[in-house]
Each structure stands twice: as structure tokens, then as C-alpha cells.
């Protein structure tokens, strides 16, 4: 990791179950952090072999994360050993802002990962996941958001190896076996994603 160490441990995943309120809080988070950080298809937008990740904790704005720096795989996944996911996961049910997330996304293609943790009101623990990819070629292509349910950090990790990997493939087969959460298609944040990526070119 060359930029922005993490200094948590994680908690052990258990299932978790959904409310109403903490379904639109996450909804919401995810679209924010869509349009903050993640985009692809605009004009000049050159593929840069690199992976850049960031973290959102459950008292920060959504709207203010910018990239902690590169990564590799060694790298972002020691930040997931790190992160303290239950502990962040229990302030926001209390703040009601956002979900903590980790995102790692691959300048070179475009795509992004991002991973998000939940308690419901008896405290128990659950992992989404989402995987953001191109849509259509095009100045203003969408992007397509698959988010899924996880119960086990090791699914996860393996869920990051074949991103960075990017076996795009073994991916989707494996995010096919996990509970579906929602898709979506997002056409908003291209601007933004651009000038980071341009930091990073």
C-alpha cells in the first residue's frame, strides 16, 4: 500500500437483516459514493494501470472522499483485516449518515468494488458488496451496479483477488452465487472521476 495505512481489525461476518430505514440510508450512501468516485465512457478518458482505493467511515460525508492512494492486492487487502467493521457498522446505525465502506477501483478499466457493512437491531452483522462496471461505449455511457449480500469475509477476499486479477469471468460466476440486492444503472459523477483519474495519470 504506498498511501493512507488503515490501523483496525475486523469483526467475525454474520448474516444480517434488513430494515426499511437502514435500506434507504445504504441506497443512499452507495449512489453518493457512485457519483463521487466511480464513472467511465467520457471523452479523454485513457485507461491508467493502476488500482486506487478509499474508505468511507460512518460520520463522513460521502460527498468529500477522495482516493487514500494506489494500492495493489496485498495492499487493500490488509486495509480489509484492518477496517473495524462491526464497530463502524454500529455507529452508523446510530449516526444514520452512510455505511462504512472500503472501494477499490481499477483505473484501467473502469470498474470498481466496494464493500459495505451493516448491523440490524440485535447487533448482527452483514457484508453488501457492489461491483460497478461499464455500460455502453459512448461520451455518456451508464454504469452498471450490481450489489449483493455476503455473509463470509472470505468470500469477499476472494471476490478481490479476481478483481484484481481481473478475471472479469470468475467474478461474475462467483458474484452469481450470492443473494441479489439490487442493480442499477448510473449516469452521474463522470466529471469528478475524471479529475482524480487524472491525478493519478
Not at 479523454?44 to 472522499?65: Q, T
Not at 472500503?102 to 458488496?129: H, M, N, P, Q, W
Amino acid at each position: 500500500m504506498e498511501e493512507g495505512a488503515g490501523r483496525r481489525h475486523p469483526a467475525p461476518p454474520r448474516e444480517v437483516q434488513k430494515t426499511d430505514g437502514l435500506t434507504k440510508m445504504r441506497v443512499v450512501t452507495f449512489f453518493s459514493l457512485l457519483q463521487g468516485l466511480f464513472s467511465c465512457g467520457m471523452q479523454a478518458n485513457r485507461p491508467v494501470d493502476v488500482f486506487i482505493w478509499d474508505e468511507l467511515r460512518a460520520h463522513e460525508d460521502p460527498d468529500k472522499v477522495e482516493p487514500a492512494g494506489t494500492c495493489d492486492l496485498d495492499g487493500f487487502l490488509s486495509e480489509i483485516d484492518r477496517f473495524p467493521w462491526h464497530e463502524q457498522a454500529r455507529e452508523a446505525l446510530r449516526y444514520k449518515k452512510n455505511s462504512p465502506t472500503l472501494s477499490v477501483t481499477d483505473l484501467k478499466t473502469d470498474r470498481s468494488f466496494f464493500i459495505s457493512s451493516a448491523v440490524d437491531e440485535k447487533d448482527e452483522l452483514g457484508y453488501f458488496i457492489g461491483y460497478i462496471y461499464p455500460g455502453e461505449e459512448g461520451v455518456r455511457a451508464p454504469r452498471y451496479v450490481n450489489m449483493y449480500e455476503v455473509d463470509q469475509m472470505e468470500t469477499l477476499r476472494e471476490m478481490v483477488v479476481l478483481f484484481f486479477r481481473r478475471d472479469e469471468g470468475a467474478l461474475n460466476r462467483l458474484l452469481g452465487k450470492q443473494r441479489k440486492y439490487m442493480d442499477a444503472r448510473d449516469n452521474a459523477g463522470w466529471k469528478k472521476y475524471l479529475e482524480i483519474k487524472q491525478k493519478f495519470m
